[in-house]
T-cell receptor
Framework: NAGVTQTPKFQVLKTGQSMTLQCAQDMNHNSMYWYRQDPGMGLRLIYYSASEGTTDKGEVPNGYNVSRLNKREFSLRLESAAPSQTSVYFC?????????????FGPGTRLLVL | DQQVKQNSPSLSVQEGRISILNCDYTNSMFDYFLWYKKYPAEGPTFLISISSIKDKNEDGRFTVFLNKSAKHLSLHIVPSQPGDSAVYFCAASAPGSARQLTFGSGTQLTVLP
């Protein structure tokens, strides 16, 4: 039972390049989330998916797109990376609407955009 | 506009003593509060939570207190251990919208042996 897994662990991009961050969970959770964490700041929500087939913008969605591929997988895409997107990205999942709505996080992807 | 604030970026305590981490919020719609612990190069790990219908929740050495009138919550760790040294984030959510979390900026706790 791996919980939430993320790939890659670390990536370096040049400005303008694209990439997709992958996230998968094996807890059969209905909701999944993407956050970014910058130095001295808390985690900020980029996008979330309340259930399979739905996605919604969070606090900082500009420059990102997401896909809820199936119940297990939720990917985050940077179409044209910018240095301002240098950050650590965390994926999380939860079972909303039950007695335990706790969000469980993956280990993170460190992204450096040059 | 920060809806969840942790005003102390860092806190140092002696091993065996109590650690008290504080968090304030402004959104009166928040009804569920959580504390996460984060080690370097790892994801946040859930520690303890509290619903707005309670004012206290305990789990071993960890206790969270909620003061709704003051819009304030605190995490008490007793006794503190060196392994507790980490960044602690408080987070809050409101009903609906998939329970999206709003995080504070974190407090670095250092427990000195």
């Amino acid at each position: 039972n791996a919980g939430v897994t993320q790939t890659p662990k670390f990536q370096v991009l040049k400005t303008g390049q694209s990439m997709t961050l992958q996230c998968a969970q094996d807890m059969n959770h209905n909701s999944m989330y993407w956050y970014r964490q910058d130095p001295g700041m808390g985690l900020r929500l980029i996008y979330y998916s309340a259930s399979e087939g739905t996605t919604d913008k969070g606090e900082v969605p500009n420059g990102y797109n997401v896909s809820r591929l199936n119940k297990r997988e939720f990917s985050l895409r940077l179409e044209s990376a910018a240095p301002s997107q240098t950050s650590v990205y965390f994926c999380a999942s939860s079972e909303v609407g039950t007695s335990d709505e706790t969000q469980y996080f993956g280990p993170g992807t460190r992204l450096l955009v040059l | 506009d920060q809806q969840v604030k942790q005003n102390s970026p860092s806190l140092s305590v002696q091993e065996g003593r109590i650690s008290i981490l504080n968090c304030d919020y402004t959104n009166s719609m928040f009804d569920y509060f959580l504390w996460y612990k984060k080690y370097p190069a790892e994801g946040p790990t859930f520690l303890i939570s509290i619903s707005s219908i309670k004012d206290k929740n305990e789990d071993g050495r960890f206790t969270v207190f909620l003061n709704k009138s003051a819009k304030h919550l605190s995490l008490h760790i007793v006794p503190s251990q060196p392994g507790d040294s980490a960044v602690y984030f408080c987070a809050a959510s409101a009903p609906g919208s998939a329970r999206q979390l709003t995080f504070g900026s974190g407090t670095q706790l250092t427990v000195l042996p």
